[in-house]
Structure formats: structure tokens, C-alpha cells
């Protein structure tokens, strides 16, 4: 590969960064996995607004180099795709530790989360965290639970007030019979 074009990739690779708003990522191997199984992941991830790209580890270097992101150059050894996008880092490591359940082959090297970068098996630990949406539905759960207990306590007591002015009601027409 000419200078030349190595410098366009390296560049690519930087506009895909900041253009991306890429922080966060998953670093993985899929040396040995087959053709027909890499197109089958690669359209089921991008199906579900997931990135992967395979990338050559000295212009990437370099490329994370120039936007800031040095930490996770050390992750970057041997044959390396990436894989980011989605609600969160945490997503992304559940949709890999998946994929490398159904392709033995599919290898994980690590993550780079918050400028951190992580070993392979803190990586997979990624994906037994609640992610961002499950977060959020624990959040507004929380929330609700102080008012979901005082909506139902003032309509017990309303319930019982109810049923005694039914009563006394009830008494009063008996009397008045």
C-alpha cells in the first residue's frame, strides 16, 4: 500500500472517529472466522445500529493518536476489527459475547471505555451490566415507586371513607323507614 493511501485510510479512520462521536469501543479478533458467517454478523449488527470494521492497527494507532484517544492503542495487536455504536458500550459488549458464543473463531481483545482500556476479560464483564435503557427503566421505576404508594394509600382511605358514609347512609334511610 502506497504512502499515499495508507495516508487517506489513516484519515478515514479519523473522520470516522470524530464524525461517529466514537469513545467508546470493543476491540476484537475474527481471524478464522468465515466469509459467509463475517457477512451474517456484519448484517445483523448493522441491523441493529451497531458499527464493526476491521482496521490496520498502525494507521489506526495513529489515527487515535491524533484524536486524543491514546489509551487504547496498547489493545491494538495483531488482526483487529472494532465494534461500537448503540445506546452504549455495555450493548455492544452483550451483542459480541453473543456472537462469540455462535463463532468460536470470533476472538475478544479488550474495550476502551471512558479513556480506559480494558482487558479481554473485563471487556466480557461489560456484558453482565444493565445497559443504558435498562438503567433508565430502573430509574424512572424508582421514581414512580414513592407516588405509585401514596396514590394508593390515599385511595384505600378514600375507599374506607366512602364506605362508611355508605353506611351511615344506609342507617339513616333504615330509621327513616
Known amino acids: 500500500m502506497s504512502k499515499y493511501v495508507k495516508g487517506l485510510l489513516q484519515k478515514e ?3 470516522r472517529i470524530s464524525a461517529d462521536g466514537v469513545s467508546d469501543f470493543m476491540v476484537v479478533r475474527v481471524k478464522g472466522v468465515a466469509g459467509v458467517d463475517n457477512n451474517v454478523m456484519r448484517g445483523e449488527l448493522k441491523s441493529k445500529g451497531y458499527h464493526f470494521s476491521v482496521v490496520k492497527n498502525s494507521l489506526f494507532r495513529k489515527a487515535l493518536g491524533e484524536c486524543k484517544l491514546e489509551g487504547a492503542i496498547d489493545l491494538f495487536v495483531g488482526p483487529c476489527a472494532i465494534a461500537y455504536g448503540g445506546d452504549s458500550i455495555v450493548d455492544v459488549a452483550k451483542e459480541m459475547v453473543e456472537w462469540s458464543k455462535k463463532l468460536p473463531a470470533l ?5 476502551f471505555l471512558e479513556g480506559s482500556s ?4 473485563a471487556a466480557t464483564g461489560l456484558s453482565k451490566m444493565p445497559g443504558l435503557s435498562e438503567l433508565r427503566s430502573r430509574i424512572v421505576g424508582t421514581a414512580q ?4 404508594s401514596l396514590a394508593g394509600t390515599i385511595g384505600s382511605v378514600a375507599g374506607m371513607i366512602a364506605g362508611c358514609i355508605e353506611t351511615i347512609a344506609e342507617n ?6
Do not use: W
Not at 107 to 111: D, M, P, R, S, T
Not at 145 to 148: A, D, K, T
Not at 172 to 177: H, P, S
Open 118 to 121: 480494558l482487558d479481554a476479560e
Open 172 to 177: 339513616l334511610e333504615k330509621e327513616a323507614a
Open 145 to 148: 415507586s414513592p407516588g405509585r
Open 107 to 111: 476472538e475478544i481483545c479488550g474495550a
Open 13 to 15: 479512520f479519523e473522520r
